[in-house]
């Protein structure tokens, strides 16, 4: 009988695994994004009595619930393939960093309360009542991502227990563990990254409609309105990530210099450590080539000094490096950030200067790619952040290959799941269309018209 290669089995186990909770972080991601982007059109609603915010709220929430439909299945399959897959990991996790998982559960009951009150009650509640209603949706997705990033946080620099002579885990503290020292820069992240991709997503469907408009249509203008309110919340969100990155950028220099290193190519420890874009880093030679280098701004980023000594990757055992390909990885997510802030604020340039609401044709187009890249960067960034604690699965503790599974024939697996995936996916677009061709926007703008309408005259 041929004998199954453990390393092997290893990187299957880690392929299954990174899929499905790469498939799953898009509709995650959203989740806690779209909720906002409903949340501020509703308190619009509110303030400028406009129809047409209500009518985007009503129709985000319902896209909303079709992703959430999808999101819970594929959230299921993670956890069971954490027990699967990583049963040795979950061992510690049941000990250690249970909690966030189960604090979890109540947020996402907080969500899933309020988004059905919203739904089927929107139009009795009072205004007040609706935008708490939303606001506890909102509050609910984001609680949820926070919590699950706690977890990943704990991975990276573990506190809250000790370890015994004899290798057991005593003296475990659950709040100490769940506030570990990465957790407030990298929850913060999530929940930023997460708001910038919803507002990017519906600024690109938006920009895509408008094309397909004639400026004087009543639906190009309701575009319009979406478009300008989902770029101003990108706009602001996407600056407010580059600024976490340079708090996140001092976590990994105090917490996992490697990890910091391997992000940037960097070899060699040194002070005022240059900033590395692009390039390729040569395994062999043992160093970063065809870089572009900013003199002193990574010893800027990781200690707010150009002088501030930044580790190298030469300064650790071989066998503890990163993948090299971490460094790309950090270069198309924070590449991907910063072209977003500036499609965002060219468009609202352009609007300040012309001083009127219309956008010229060629930045609609510009403007569609948005959200395809912020769903890019988000899976960029979660590669990033797991690939580059490797080959740790809990840091300087717990190897991956220490944490997998002894069981063989996860390629079977791999495959089916995958399959799953793609099914998944296929009636995800199916059902979002089919539902929005039946409740075409011209019809519901007219009705929402004709409520408020009816609600102004009954106000007289």
């Known amino acids: 009988m041929e004998k199954v290669n453990p390393l092997d089995e290893l990187m299957t186990a880690r392929a299954l695994f990174g899929s499905s909770l790469g498939f799953h972080i898009l509709f995650a991601t959203l989740g ?27 129709r985000w929430t319902k896209a909303q619930a079709i992703l959430l439909g999808v999101a819970i299945p594929s959230g299921t399959i993670v956890a069971v393939q954490l027990s699967l897959l990583w049963p040795n990991f979950m061992e510690w996790v049941g000990q250690i960093i249970a909690l966030p998982f189960q604090v979890e559960l109540f947020a996402f009951f907080l969500e899933a309360l309020f988004m059905s009150i919203y739904v089927y009650a929107a139009d009795r509640l009072s205004p007040s009542l609706r935008i708490l209603s939303v606001f506890f949706v909102a509050l609910g997705g984001s609680l949820s991502g926070a919590l699950i990033t706690s977890a990943n946080a704990w991975m990276n620099t573990p506190t809250g227990f000790e370890l015994a002579k004899d290798g057991s885990i005593i003296n475990v503290r659950p709040w100490e563990a769940f506030f570990n020292p990465s957790f407030p820069a990298a929850a913060i992240h999530v929940l930023l990254s997460a708001y910038m991709t919803g507002a990017f997503v519906i600024a690109s469907i ?28 990108g706009l602001v969100v996407s600056i407010g990530t580059a600024l976490n990155g340079h708090w996140a950028a001092q976590v990994l220099h105090e917490k996992q210099p490697e990890k910091l290193a391997a992000a940037e190519g960097l070899f060699e420890t040194q002070s005022r450590a240059p900033l590395s874009i692009g390039g390729v880093t040569d395994n062999e030679e043992g160093k970063l080539k065809g870089a572009i280098e900013i003199p002193g701004m990574l010893s800027f980023l990781a200690g707010n000094r150009f002088d501030t000594v930044v580790k190298g990757l030469n300064d650790f ?5 990163p993948p090299f390909y971490t460094h790309t990885l950090f270069n198309l997510m924070v590449g991907i950030g910063t072209l977003l802030i500036l499609f965002a604020g060219l468009a609202w340039l352009i609007r300040w200067r012309r001083g009127k609401d219309h956008l010229p044709r060629w930045l609609l187009r510009l403007l569609i790619v948005g959200g395809p890249l912020s769903l890019l960067s988000i899976e960029f960034g979660w590669v990033f952040t797991c690939s580059g604690r490797q080959p740790w699965t809990v840091y300087n503790l717990q190897r991956t290959s220490e944490a997998v599974t002894d069981a063989t024939g996860i390629m079977t697996w791999f495959v089916l799941f995958i399959a799953i995936y793609v099914f998944l996916l ?15 926007l011209e019809q519901e703008m007219l009705n929402a018209h004709a409520t408020q309408s009816k609600k102004g005259e009954g106000l007289h």
């Not at 779209?34 to 709220?57: H, S």
């Not at 296929?426 to 075409?440: A, E, L, Q």
Request: charged share 30%.
């Open 317 to 321: 055992p071989r066998d503890t490096w």
């Open 206 to 233: 938006a920009a895509l409609r408008m094309l397909k408009r004639k400026e004087k249509d009543a639906p190009y203008r309701y575009h319009r309105k979406a478009l300008l309110l989902s770029l101003a919340i």
């Open 32 to 58: 806690v994004g779209i909720p906002l982007m409903i949340f501020m059109a509703e308190l619009l609603f509110q303030v400028t009595k406009d129809p047409d915010y209500t009518l985007m709220a009503k």
């Open 426 to 440: 296929i009636s995800t677009v199916w059902i979002m269309r089919g539902y929005f061709r039946k409740r075409p």
